[in-house]
């Protein structure tokens, strides 16, 4: 014999089928008043029993809670008195208060009893209180604890309380004394507590994470680098995530910034069940080149540099860079005579360009190409001699707006040339210096097309005429009257680009769009909105101008279609 419980015994030599019989016999119903979802519900708990389940379907609005893990019923008299009527033992709690040594917590004997099972050498394990654990990390408090109505009144009762339905514990904002709030309440507890070290006390270079965390950085919404102790399983589905890769110089994985990635990363933290520690890192502001008055005794590029571009038929957009990155890297070394700069003179410079000025990977390689072009194409010095490191690629994904967003972006725009220069660049997929270089001639309205002469890399293409474009050119070219170009200036001149620019800014600001939004980004987000339609990547590609299709295929992981629908694998199996 042995006895569980209270005073009453029990034979183990009984089957399984009289345990079982024993447990439906003690086991209690409780019934409680909760506020669920702003309602006023009366919750039933009782240990698992498909016959009361079975009963208690009967009593009409009856519903089950994932978040209480419990049927609750309407809080009215016909409801408690159908409840009574199908269960008379039934005990209404008017405060909420289950003992530790409670019958409900008998069900663990039943999940342990299996069919033609010995428990003569079974003995009586000591009650021990459920563990409550609470971790204190960055921004936010992790608690977990048993299901109790008192403490969750409690916890819901901090601002922004969040229940994880996945990994089932609640968290909590770091912020004002919540921490100390909690460690009070529960100061009777069996409590584990947890205090991690801060994010903003990290090396953000090579941060330290325990085993359970996962530390996010996001580096000025360009790059995500995380930081995690080895798991195998979790390297392998980031390797699933576009652009993901392993920097061996940060020891850390890489993935470009999009709220897409993001939240791809939150969603594998909560299913490895690891605590994520999200940081964001301030963007360094770039200091501007110096300019012409700051520098006594200015150097222009020489003559020959200009002439060599020209002969060899590099455009005038490059020719501009190319000067502008030269005249910087001569006047660095305002002293020295230019064929005079040694390689390590030029490493230095291009050091001050990362580290003084900030400037991003784009510009750093321009300047090392001007600089080459010199002491290669102009001396005629051998490649070999000029060896200069590039900094690593880096993949950053394109801000695009919705198609909500640019209908509210043109809505905004009042002024019929503004409108109609918005919507040519959007509905085409232009540059900003295609648009400004666009001439009449170039509008075919029986094709529907609008012919793009020397784009990027000295290359003709067909685009897309809108109806509503053409719609809007000719209102605008009844009240412009343009000559040459399609957009001209107050004097017949091409439109400046600055202008388009500054147009764009204010009509975002007055849509209320808080989005960081160039001319360009109208360009990605046509191909992005294009693909979304169903639109194959070949044509995009054509429409956009690219050489390669890789440089399409970045759309790819840009849209949202689709992406809300694909089911984890994990989710179809069934796990008990």
Not at 44 to 69: A, G, H, M, V
Not at 195 to 221: A, L, M, R, Y
Request: include cysteine.
């Amino acid at each position: 014999m042995e006895q569980i419980g209270g005073n009453e015994k029990i034979d183990l030599k009984w089957s399984v089928e009289s345990i079982r019989g024993y447990y439906v016999r003690i086991a209690r119903m409780n019934a409680f008043k909760i506020t669920h979802r702003n309602e006023m519900r009366i919750c039933i708990d009782f240990p698992y029993n498909t016959e009361y389940i079975t009963k208690l379907k009967l009593i009409p609005d009856i519903r089950w809670s994932r978040t209480l893990n419990a049927w609750h019923i309407p809080y009215t008299k016909e409801a408690f008195a159908q409840l009574k009527k199908l269960f008379p033992d039934v005990v209404y709690e008017h405060t909420r208060n289950i003992p530790e040594n409670s019958p409900i917590l008998i069900p663990v004997l039943k999940k342990r009893i299996q069919t033609h099972v010995a428990l003569g050498n079974s003995k009586t394990q000591p009650a021990t209180t459920p563990c409550i654990e609470i971790a204190v990390s960055g921004k936010q408090i992790v608690v977990k604890m048993p299901k109790n109505e008192t403490d969750l009144q409690f916890i819901r009762s901090f601002k922004y309380a969040h229940w994880n339905k996945t990994q089932f514990y609640w968290t909590v904002p770091n912020f004002g004394n919540n921490a100390d709030k909690l460690k009070n309440y529960f100061a009777e507890r069996n409590v584990k507590l947890t205090e991690h070290k801060p994010i903003g006390t990290f090396d953000n270079d090579n941060p330290k994470c325990g085993k359970d965390e996962f530390i996010v950085i996001n580096n000025s919404n360009l790059l995500l680098n995380l930081y995690f102790s080895f798991n195998k399983n979790l390297s392998q589905q980031l390797k699933q995530i576009p652009y993901c890769k392993w920097n061996g110089d940060k020891r850390c994985w890489e993935i470009p910034y999009s709220e897409k990635f993001l939240d791809e990363v939150k969603r594998l933290a909560e299913q490895n069940a690891l605590l994520l520690i999200y940081h964001e890192e301030k963007k360094l502001k770039v200091l501007p080149r110096k300019s012409k008055l700051d520098i006594q005794n200015y150097r222009y590029c020489p003559q020959t540099y200009i002439d060599k571009l020209r002969e060899l038929r590099y455009s005038k957009n490059t020719l501009e860079v190319y000067r502008g990155m030269f005249e910087e890297f001569i006047n660095y070394y305002d002293e020295v005579d230019f064929d005079d700069i040694t390689e390590r003179m030029i490493i230095d410079f291009l050091r001050y360009l990362v580290t003084e000025r900030h400037v991003s990977t784009s510009y750093q390689n321009q300047s090392i190409n001007a600089i080459k072009f010199y002491y290669e194409r102009i001396l005629g010095g051998s490649r070999k001699v000029y060896l200069i490191d590039r900094p690593r690629e880096e993949k950053f994904l394109p801000e695009v707006l919705s198609t909500e967003e640019v209908t509210a972006i043109l809505n905004a725009t009042e002024n019929l040339k503004h409108k109609a220069i918005l919507m040519t660049i959007y509905s085409a997929g232009l540059r900003i210096g295609e648009a400004i270089n666009l001439k009449i001639k170039d509008i075919d309205s029986q094709r529907m097309q609008i012919r793009v002469e020397q784009g990027k890399g000295k290359k003709d293409r067909y685009t897309l005429l809108s109806n509503k474009t053409l719609g809007i050119l000719r209102k605008y070219f009844l009240q412009y009257k343009p000559k040459v170009w399609i957009f001209e200036g107050a004097k017949g001149e091409q439109y400046a680009a600055r202008s388009i620019q500054e147009i764009l800014r204010k009509s975002v600001e007055k849509a209320g769009i808080k989005k960081h939004i160039t001319v360009h980004t109208l360009r990605h987000s046509f191909a992005t909105h294009l693909l979304e339609a169903g639109t194959d990547l070949r044509y995009i590609q054509n429409l956009l101008g690219h050489a390669s299709s890789k440089t399409t295929e970045i759309y790819t992981h840009i849209t949202t279609k689709g992406f809300d629908q694909i089911v984890s694998p994990l989710d179809k199996l069934t796990i008990l």
